[in-house]
């Protein structure tokens, strides 16, 4: 059985919008609970490292490659089933504005403001300010991050059963 570049684009994009949507319901369930029962400055101050780590290749790679790999399967699969084409469709609309947008223009804007704020220097009321002003809005953020890719990856099995049946 020979994989075509086009059944082998669709799994690595399943793959990766898997790891992203495995990411985003691992912070969801485990980590944000977590460091939530912290008090302000030890929350503030492991959510500060956790995105100043986070900014890695490896995770450049897993958050953007979903998206651009979608472009391509939308490339490849232009000439196939309507039902096909608007699986995809929805899936690169679904990625993009569900994790892509949201990240850049929602938390992206929180976790920046938290970076250039100088926790050591700051007094209880202004930590417990910033908390408030950060966590609500971050958290919800992140859990349209969180259903947008679990949806991305469901509908991508759709997808690549819906191929199986073209046999593409």
């Known amino acids: 059985m020979e994989l075509s570049l086009k059944s082998a684009t669709l799994i690595l994009t399943i793959l990766f919008t898997g790891m992203s949507a495995g990411l985003c319901f691992i912070w ?18 492991s959510f500060k490292e956790m995105n100043r780590t986070i900014l890695n290749p490896l995770f450049f790679v897993v958050f953007f490659s979903p998206f ?29 504005f569900g ?28 930590l417990k300010h910033l ?16 259903l947008a890719s679990i949806i991305s990856f469901l509908l991508l099995i759709l997808s690549l059963i819906q191929s199986s049946k073209s046999n593409i």
């Open 99 to 126: 994790v892509v947008f949201i990240t850049i223009f929602g938390n992206v804007p929180l976790n920046e403001m938290l970076d250039k704020t100088d926790l050591a220097s700051s007094s209880i009321e202004e």
């Open 68 to 96: 651009l790999l979608n472009l391509l399967n939308l490339y490849l699969f232009k000439n196939v089933s309507n039902t096909l084409t608007w699986l995809l469709i929805m899936v690169t609309v679904c990625y993009f």
């Open 131 to 146: 908390r408030e002003k950060f966590e609500v809005k971050w958290n919800r953020f992140h859990l349209i991050r969180t």
């Open 28 to 45: 969801s369930n485990t980590i944000a609970p977590g460091i939530g029962k912290l008090n302000d400055i030890g929350f503030l101050q």
